[in-house]
């Protein structure tokens, strides 16, 4: 893909926009630049819809957002995240997160133990 080498799943902005330790040494490992990014559209959704979000938060997760190419939902994400699901306990979310990196051939960044292994059992080299 163009220019673009990484996926950030949800945990991994979250972390990032709250300066945790665990997404800022990520980043650094990864030699993170925001040019080279992409989020799933599903990504978005989630970190716009948290109960309570302030417009302040809003305004601070629409600005990293804007930095980043988004990858929308087409038939091949669709296809891949039924895949993904059917072979493993993959909530829909990160499936569908997990399925936009491998159809678009990035790298998933997550913070997500539990989905790093999931995928790992399904032979996910994303």
Do not use: W
């Amino acid at each position: 893909m163009s220019g673009i080498e990484y996926l950030l799943d949800t945990n991994v902005i979250i972390g990032l926009l709250k300066g945790d330790a665990a997404a800022v040494a990520l980043a650094e490992q990864a030699d993170l630049s925001l040019a080279s990014c992409a989020v799933s559209q599903i990504t978005r959704m989630e970190l716009l819809s948290f109960p309570g979000i302030t417009d302040v938060e809003e305004r601070r997760i629409n600005a990293f957002l804007s930095n980043c190419r988004m990858l929308l939902l087409d038939e091949s994400v669709e296809q891949e995240t039924i895949r993904l699901r059917r072979a493993s306990s993959l909530k829909l979310p990160d499936a569908i997160i997990a399925a936009s990196a491998k159809v678009h051939g990035v790298a998933l960044l997550t913070l997500d133990q539990r989905l790093k292994a999931n995928l790992a059992k399904v032979g996910f080299g994303g």
